[in-house]
């Protein structure tokens, strides 16, 4: 057999992600295509392991990045008792008249969401039907129209900001139970506790940066 044929995974892997198919199912089939190229049982034995054997044992050894289901109770709670109303309530009342002010200040309350353990549809939820209007409102309707997918640009950029960094802050978020898992695996004697706290200046280097291209986007709309 050609030992090339052992990558047969990643060109099915890249085909899924080309026709955008099922992310769990393709990366399934490309692990058993693999395996079997590899020549290795379905079922394993003691002397040899299968393919079902290594998928299992992955699945167990990972099992602590399950742990966030634990938290989806108290977040469907808190959102079926006005989560969303009241975050939205809060974003109205900000009196702010620049629109690279109204990014900061969001993606800053998109990581205290993320730090809290709440997971949102911030893009769905805030990001367009709440924030863009209000960003727009900022501007002069001249502006509006001719920049306007640089004006959605920076929203989605603090969104996704607040969110991909706030969430670390939260130690039992799937992120910092993978990263856990991660650094455990690779010998390193840590807790997930240590890993938020570790995360801790880099939210805060987020911010700063965020500061420079939201003041940078405020100059470009005067």
């Given at each position: 057999m050609i030992p090339e044929l052992k990558l047969l995974g990643i060109l099915i892997i890249i085909i899924g992600l080309i026709f955008k198919l099922k992310t769990g199912p393709v990366v399934l089939i490309a692990g058993i295509a693999t395996g079997l190229l590899a020549g290795m049982p379905?079922?394993?034995?003691?002397?040899?392991?299968g393919i079902f054997d290594t998928l299992g044992k992955a699945f167990l050894d990972g099992r602590l990045i399950s742990l966030y289901l634990i938290t989806l109770p108290a977040i469907g709670l808190a959102e079926r008792y006005g989560l969303h109303q009241v975050a939205s309530n809060l974003i109205k009342k900000l009196r702010l008249?620049?629109?690279?002010?109204?990014?900061?200040?969001?993606?800053?309350?998109?990581?205290?969401?993320?730090?809290?353990?709440l997971r949102v549809s911030g893009h769905a939820v805030f990001g367009r039907p709440l924030i863009l209007p209000m960003a727009f409102g900022m501007t002069s309707s001249d502006v509006a129209s001719q920049q306007s997918e640089q004006i959605k640009g920076n929203l989605g950029a603090s969104e996704n900001y607040g969110n991909f960094f706030g969430q670390n802050l939260f130690?039992?978020?799937?992120?910092?139970?993978?990263?856990?898992?991660?650094?455990?695996?690779?010998?390193?004697?840590?807790?997930?506790?240590?890993?938020?706290?570790?995360?801790?200046?880099i939210v805060i280097c987020s911010l700063l940066l965020s500061v420079i291209q939201f003041l940078h986007l405020n100059r470009n709309k005067r």
């Amino acid at each position: 057999m050609i030992p090339e044929l052992k990558l047969l995974g990643i060109l099915i892997i890249i085909i899924g992600l080309i026709f955008k198919l099922k992310t769990g199912p393709v990366v399934l089939i490309a692990g058993i295509a693999t395996g079997l190229l590899a020549g290795m049982p379905l079922i394993g034995t003691e002397a040899v392991p299968g393919i079902f054997d290594t998928l299992g044992k992955a699945f167990l050894d990972g099992r602590l990045i399950s742990l966030y289901l634990i938290t989806l109770p108290a977040i469907g709670l808190a959102e079926r008792y006005g989560l969303h109303q009241v975050a939205s309530n809060l974003i109205k009342k900000l009196r702010l008249t620049a629109i690279g002010s109204l990014f900061w200040v969001y993606q800053f309350i998109r990581v205290l969401i993320g730090a809290s353990g709440l997971r949102v549809s911030g893009h769905a939820v805030f990001g367009r039907p709440l924030i863009l209007p209000m960003a727009f409102g900022m501007t002069s309707s001249d502006v509006a129209s001719q920049q306007s997918e640089q004006i959605k640009g920076n929203l989605g950029a603090s969104e996704n900001y607040g969110n991909f960094f706030g969430q670390n802050l939260f130690p039992a978020s799937a992120g910092c139970l993978l990263v856990y898992k991660v650094l455990k695996d690779a010998g390193l004697d840590t807790t997930p506790v240590a890993i938020a706290i570790d995360a801790i200046p880099i939210v805060i280097c987020s911010l700063l940066l965020s500061v420079i291209q939201f003041l940078h986007l405020n100059r470009n709309k005067r």
